[in-house]
Antibody, heavy 125, light 106 residues
């Protein structure tokens, strides 16, 4: 049973860089995508981006200019860096495994399961 | 970008009720649509993937239907543990979630 454990700084000042890491335990690291998703307090979910074991990334266009996701396959870890944070980046940040099935022999449908427990990151001066 | 709109934003129901909620995509996403349940203080949990496929371990009272732009999540008989917020998510282009439907006790 795969488990995701995440860690990183929970309090940042404006303009600093958010850094979080997610460790994958008990399962394969290949054949999946590895995702970051966030949720501002009291609001909905926003997908940030993903990486696979080969290091290929795919980012939310709205965040792409500030986001870097990296992977360390030797440790089964993947990381999120979000630079130039503001109060609007205050959120619970989740890591999640992306799985897929091919539909109609076409592209894959990607869904998220399981998820990490989440890390609250607060940006405040 | 593909916009996902869920309705209603909240609903009140009683134990045993049949509950339906909808998710509409701004363009055709075939069946690239997934549903999640989130309880306060917890991470979301996958319920349905590819519009209608029940995730392993999820009770059979949950079902999903729809294709192209209109999708429905149904709870056939609402149980106490089902009071939560439900999100749809598309993966046809990038990944995006709806804003959620909160189910509470009438």
């Amino acid at each position: 049973q795969v488990q995701l454990q995440q860690w990183g700084a929970g309090l940042l000042r404006p303009s600093e860089t958010l850094s979080l890491t997610c460790g994958v335990y008990g399962g394969s690291f290949s054949d999946y995508s590895w995702n970051w998703i966030r949720q501002p307090p009291g609001k909905g979910l926003e997908w940030i981006g993903e990486i696979n074991h080969r290091g290929s990334t795919y980012y939310n266009p709205s965040l792409e200019s500030r986001v870097t996701i990296s992977v360390d396959t030797s440790k089964n870890h993947f990381s999120l860096n979000l630079n130039s944070v503001t109060a609007a980046d205050t959120a619970v940040y989740y890591c999640a495994r992306g799985s897929s099935i091919t539909i109609f022999g076409l592209k894959r449908n990607w869904y998220f399961d399981p998820w990490g427990r989440g890390t609250l990151v607060t940006v405040s001066s | 970008d593909i916009q996902m709109t869920q309705s209603p934003s909240s609903l009140s129901a009683s134990i045993g009720d049949r509950v339906n909620m909808t998710c509409r995509a701004s363009q055709n996403i075939l069946t690239y649509l997934n549903w999640y349940q989130q309880k306060p203080g917890q991470a979301p949990k996958l319920l349905i993937y590819a519009a209608s496929r029940l995730q392993s371990g999820v009770p059979s009272r949950f079902s999903g239907s729809g294709s192209e732009t209109d999708f429905t999540l149904t709870i056939s008989s609402l149980q106490p543990e089902d009071f939560a917020t439900y999100y749809c998510q598309q993966s046809y282009y990038a990944r995006a979630f709806g804003q959620g439907t909160k189910v509470d006790l009438k």
